[in-house]
């Protein structure tokens, strides 16, 4: 195990620094980023290897994937690229094994690249971040971009989760940046191709989001507005299992026990009918307790739990209640956006602001809905969590310009402006 430690983290830091400097180079970095990103990188390689450690003694679907890759040892044909869910990270794993097939723990160095490639993902977010909100003290971009706990460690994971990231980072990164080219709309296909292969419902939430959200971007906002996106968004939850299955998206995810996206949409609303006898028998917290049937009416509940879960009075485990302790961070988030809400409609240096908050909501609502264990929230929220940095930060960065711009009075000094009511004078 000594040995397994040492050459992990060995080829981890070297491959990660790499990374790093190609990065820096090519977004002009400081000396105190080039820094920050070494921590993080440091930070994630330990996140990893707790990972690994983890799936040793706990199932995980990170074996799975694993164990094909040793059995096909090399990708037969590129043409398996283009299978969706467990098949595609398969062949992804397949494809990263030759790397790895000279080391005595093949299982712990797989686990290498896939972490490299959350970690691009967070260099990429750091970057469409700092072009969103450009504070001079980077202290909030540092922590939401690469020190917040859950995000890393599940990002790191060999598995779907750290693909996942990259191509969430990959279109917020092309949707977001300065400078308009030909090569951010590059980073939105691929990272849109990446997200459909690793989880198609998710795809396929993102575009209803956009769809919505597009009415919204050059129009005032107005009660009519309004009710016309709660009426648009209501409609879209009725017809969601036709939807699903007329578009014929597959999911063969073990994990989620479905064999499409409408039939993991319905079995979780049996696990949500079934929770409270589920935990008790396994002894865990319930995301979302008691028998009810889904309803368009406990929408805002399914929204609460899916962000705001576990609350720390939810907590069973000690694991619960780390995860609860950060989770308070992200309520924190939450409300801060939703008490300054009029600076989230003035913002307009966010494109299709509408459209993300739509794939927020909508996405949380169905996902809130489908899951009741808290390990599978935590994950899933990790697709999401990102729109509510990037509203976050954005609304904190308009506060704080809007601030700085209003006038001061120096003590001491009367006021240059005219005064209101200036007495005339006869010419």
């Known amino acids: 195990m000594l040995i397994d430690f040492f050459t992990f983290f060995t080829i981890y830091l070297i491959s990660g620094v790499m990374i790093v400097v190609v990065f820096a180079k090519t977004s002009k970095s400081t000396q105190l980023e080039v820094q920050i990103f070494l921590l993080a990188l440091l930070f994630k390689a330990t996140c990893t290897f707790y990972y690994y450690v983890f799936t040793t003694t706990n199932p995980a679907d990170a074996l799975g994937y694993y164990q094909y890759a040793a059995r096909v040892e090399f990708l037969p044909s590129i043409g398996l690229l283009f299978q969706t869910s467990t098949g595609f990270v398969n062949n992804v794993a397949a494809l990263f094994f030759p790397l790895v097939s000279s080391f005595t723990n ?210 069973r485990k000690p694991i619960h209640v780390f995860s609860a302790l950060e989770t308070l961070i992200y309520q924190i988030m939450i409300l801060y956006i939703c008490i300054h809400w009029r600076a989230v409609v003035r913002i307009r240096f966010i494109p299709f602001k509408y459209s993300w908050i739509t794939y927020l909501i909508l996405s949380s609502i169905i996902e809130g809905a489908a899951q009741t264990n808290f390990g599978l929230i935590i994950r899933q929220r990790c697709m999401v969590l990102p729109v509510v940095f990037l509203f976050f930060l954005g609304v904190r960065y308009y506060l704080s310009v809007n601030n700085t711009r209003k006038p001061q009075l120096v003590v001491g000094k009367p006021p240059t402006s005219k005064p209101l009511y200036a007495a005339k004078t006869k010419a």
Request: charged letters at 15%.
């Open 106 to 315: 093949q299982y712990l160095m797989l686990y290498i690249p896939f972490s490299l490639l959350g970690f691009i993902g967070s260099l990429l977010f750091y970057r469409a971040m700092r072009a969103v909100a450009p504070f001079k003290r980077k202290r909030d971009l540092f922590l939401v971009c690469f020190f917040l706990p859950n995000m890393v460690f599940w990002t790191s994971n060999l598995g779907k989760d750290s693909l996942m990231f990259l191509g969430i980072a990959m279109v917020l990164y092309g949707f977001l940046a300065k400078v308009k080219t030909p090569r951010n709309i590059v980073f939105i296909g691929l990272g849109g191709l990446l997200v459909y292969a690793v989880r198609p419902h998710t795809f396929l939430f993102m575009t209803f989001g956009f769809l919505l959200g597009m009415a919204f971007e050059r129009r005032k906002m107005s009660p009519r507005l309004v009710i016309g996106f709660v009426l648009a968004a209501a409609a879209l939850m009725f017809t969601f299992q036709r939807t699903m299955t007329f578009a014929g998206v597959t999911v063969e995810d073990d994990e989620e026990h479905s064999s499409s996206v409408g039939s993991y949409y319905e079995a979780g609303i049996s696990r949500v009918e079934t929770s409270s006898q589920d935990l008790k028998a396994v002894g865990g917290g319930a995301a979302m307790g008691g028998s009810h049937k889904f309803s368009i009416l406990y929408s805002p509940y399914y929204l609460a739990m899916f962000l705001g879960s576990p609350f720390l009075w939810q907590a």
